[in-house]
């Protein structure tokens, strides 16, 4: 094979590339966005100032369906890329016939993108008359890897098809054709075709197909010797040099979708007999892709903006500067978008005023109510303590003072059993004035504070103990602060002290007895006696009694009443406690929290 010299493949090369140019497109355009099925309406200006496509986020595909075409006129003139070989960017060329189509979603793809192509080469096995009796094929796809825009300059990758030859087969051929079945645009280059044909019983065999006889220089409308031109366009194929060998090639250039060149060795006689396996092994560069119409499919864009664009490229893949495109703009569904959800935040925001405003309200009409309902019985309480010391207190003390009056004048006049039954009757007046007294005093919600509570109860307790003839010593605090008491727990605890006051006298015949009343848990300060507890000892030196443990609640009237004592304290939530043994003291201690107080108070 004889070497062909660096300077001439270089005009070679440009050779080629113009020719290429040649034949861009002048026009592209995208006709169609289609979106689920739906065709959207597309502006025929496809500028960047015009209205985009609004497509929601939602949305299962977006087809974009685009073309390009030939115009005759100048505007189907391009011009050839400044710094390629054999031209300027001011070199204007003949009319376009046709154009390779790529495409980009600025946003999503990061390059221009192919819907591949094929091309092919193919086994053909003829019979003796040399009509075809069978063949074998295979797809060369997309754009081979390196691939530099020319055939001459792209690095070539090894191929391979084995086919077994049918009944008849005499002889095979290799064709190479630009068309593999879609609408090609696009170029490759073949080199190194080698046959090698495998039989049983035989010797392998090896012809490699050559391209010999091209002469001193290689013009691109030569012809190999045994190869021929093909397909519906013949010109279409040609002979290139590959500049850093000198090496002569074949190159299809394929810029018409509608039509196809081919390479064919039909000249090259390689015989086989039926049954042979036929292997073809060739080394090949290409670049194909679709032409005059074609789609881009996309689905599941996020929202926003996006551009899309079709450019046209010349058959090896050199752009031409011409391109269409056209924007979309995908929207979020409705329940994502920024206004609604500010819509609902701001919905949510008035209808929990809303609620707060209207649950406030209930809870107010609610502590309205309550507070009117604790007022009218307050006002109710004062009412029948009103009553009760205006009425049945004052009848009652005129009773006791006719009762006296009565006793003084049958005094040394009516036998001693009148007399007795006399003073008697006065004695008990008295005790029924003290008990209305203190029911009047239980019942007056002016009581209902700790500070009313303590000087009555130690007041009554002296009073008690003074008539007794028995002596008092009191432990309470000098300053009391004005907690919340409710009536009914003042009332119970007033009645557990005057019971065991009372038993004291009558049972221990104490000389003295201790009152004690505390604070425990801290000081106390308004509201923050949560944990506090109201401590009351009743402490006499008597001499002592059984405890209920060891001697029957119903043993006596007076013992069987520390069962009444205790029921009322833990009624309140409190604590009794006794410690008492015969010929000793009697201790009883009451505790009882102040929160029950509080919240009895508030019920």
């Given at each position: ?261 081919s390479w064919v060795s039909r000249g090259i006689t390689v ?69 609604v959800w500010a819509g609902c935040a701001a919905v949510g ?90 029911i009047v005093w239980a019942v007056n919600p002016a009581n ?156």
């Amino acid at each position: 094979m004889r070497a062909v010299p660096k300077p001439f493949a270089v005009l070679v090369a440009a050779g080629a590339w113009c020719a290429m140019a040649a034949t861009a497109a002048a026009d592209v355009r995208i006709t169609k966005v289609v979106v689920d099925g739906r065709e959207m309406p597309i502006e025929a200006a496809q500028a960047a100032d015009a209205a985009p496509i609004r497509v929601p986020s939602n949305a299962g595909s977006i087809l974009f369906v685009f073309e390009g075409e030939a115009d005759e006129g100048d505007a189907g003139r391009a011009t050839v890329p400044a710094g390629a070989a054999g031209g300027t960017s001011t070199d204007v060329l003949p009319p376009l016939r046709g154009t390779r189509l790529r495409y980009r979603l600025d946003g999503v793809d990061s390059d221009w993108r192919d819907e591949p192509a094929h091309g092919r080469l193919s086994l053909i096995f003829l019979d003796a008359g040399g009509s075809t009796v069978g063949s074998s094929d295979a797809k060369m796809h997309g754009t081979s890897e390196g691939w530099r825009g020319l055939p001459e300059t792209s690095p070539p990758k090894a191929f391979s098809l084995t086919g077994v030859a049918p009944p008849l087969a005499s002889s095979v051929v290799v064709n190479f054709l630009s068309n593999g079945g879609d609408e090609v645009v696009g170029a490759m280059a073949i080199d190194d075709v080698v046959l090698s044909i495998a039989a049983e019983g035989r010797e392998p065999r090896q012809h490699a197909l050559s391209l010999d006889g091209l002469g001193d220089k290689v013009h691109p409308l030569a012809t190999p010797t045994g190869w021929g031109r093909s397909g519906s366009r013949g010109e279409m194929s040609r002979v290139a040099v590959r500049p850093e060998t000198g090496k002569p090639i074949l190159v299809i250039e394929d810029d018409d979708p509608t039509e196809y060149g081919s390479w064919v060795s039909r000249g090259i006689t390689v015989s086989v007999e039926p049954g042979d396996a036929v292997t073809a092994s060739w080394w090949a560069a290409y670049s194909l892709g679709l032409g005059g119409r074609s789609t881009a499919l996309y689905g599941g864009l996020e929202p926003g903006t996006y551009w899309f664009r079709v450019a046209a490229f010349l058959p090896g893949g050199q752009p031409t500067g011409i391109e269409a495109g056209v924007r979309v703009v995908v929207v979020p569904a409705w329940y994502w978008r920024r206004d609604v959800w500010a819509g609902c935040a701001a919905v949510g925001l008035v209808a929990g005023a809303l609620v707060a405003r209207a649950v406030s309200l209930r809870r107010m009409r609610r502590r309205l109510d309550e507070m009117e309902r604790i007022h009218t019985l307050d006002r109710e309480r004062a009412r029948i303590a009103r009553d009760l010391h205006d009425d049945i207190g004052a009848g009652l003390t005129e009773i006791a003072m006719q009762t006296d009056w009565v006793r003084r004048d049958v005094q040394g006049l009516a036998s001693a059993a009148t007399v007795a039954r006399a003073e008697k009757a006065c004695a008990s007046a008295m005790d029924l004035v003290r008990s209305v007294d203190a029911i009047v005093w239980a019942v007056n919600p002016a009581n209902d504070t700790l500070d009313r509570f303590v000087p009555y109860l130690t007041h009554s307790a002296e009073q008690f103990l003074d008539a007794a003839g028995v002596s008092v010593r009191f432990d309470v605090p000098d300053k009391v602060p004005p907690l919340p008491l409710a009536g009914t727990v003042r009332h119970d605890l007033f009645l557990v002290v005057r019971e065991a006051i009372n038993n004291a006298v009558k049972h221990a015949h104490p000389r003295i007895v201790r009152l004690g009343v505390r604070l425990e848990n801290g000081a106390v300060h308004g509201s923050h006696a949560n944990s506090s507890q109201l401590v009351i000892t009743i402490e006499d030196d008597g001499r002592g009694f059984p405890l209920p443990a060891t001697v029957p609640e119903a043993h006596s009237a007076g013992r069987s009443g520390l069962a009444n004592m205790r029921r009322r304290v833990e009624d309140l939530g409190g604590l009794f406690v006794i410690e008492s043994r015969p010929g000793a003291c009697t201790r009883i201690e009451v505790a009882v929290p102040l929160a029950h107080g509080r919240s009895a108070a508030g019920r």
